[in-house]
């Protein structure tokens, strides 16, 4: 296998940065008081599994995720987490599939599908996707001067790129 390129290597650094800051932003909407949201054994199985694959036991974490998804097809959020996980394992194909389900399962409930989905055209090389979605995603991050800065940065970068060739 070849080594990476300039454009994964932009799209690994972009990367790990907006993925801070996107863990750093308020998930609740302004104007609205947060709500304790009603765990169901579905959404607990769901949180077990997630538990599972960060903890001690990934291969049985991944494979109640599965499982999920096999029993729930049009479980958005079982494809989002199989999505990170094969990102985290360098399954890039299968990431590409798990976001491109989840767009288009419930695109409003997971807004950062965009951002993934551009992180991982990029990485795969497929410029034109990769601006394509991370510019669908920075019109839904606009009132967050980080995350759009970040990801005006990484958009620059892949256009120059993409300029260059």
């Known amino acids: 296998m070849m080594g990476f390129g300039k454009p994964q290597m932009l799209a ?6 907006v993925v801070v800051l996107l863990f750093m932003v308020p998930r609740t909407p302004s104007g ?3 709500e304790t949201p009603e765990v169901t054994p579905a959404k607990a199985r769901m949180l077990e599994a997630v538990t599972l694959v960060n903890g001690s036991e990934p291969m049985r974490g991944i494979q109640m995720l599965r499982k999920i998804v096999e029993e729930e097809p049009e479980n958005a959020e079982a494809h989002w987490h199989l999505g990170l996980f094969s990102v985290q394992s360098g399954q890039l194909d299968k990431a590409l599939e798990r976001f491109k389900k989840v767009k288009e399962l419930d695109a409003e409930g997971f807004p950062d599908v965009w951002y993934y989905l551009g992180r991982t055209y990029a990485t795969m090389d497929s410029i034109d996707q990769a601006i394509s979605c991370l510019t669908r995603y920075r019109t839904l991050v606009v009132e967050d001067t980080a995350i759009t800065r970040q990801v005006d940065g990484f958009l620059k970068e ?3 790129h993409e300029h260059e060739h």
């Open 12 to 17: 690994l650094a972009g990367a790990a940065a």
């Open 32 to 34: 609205k008081q947060s």
């Open 158 to 160: 892949l256009e120059s």
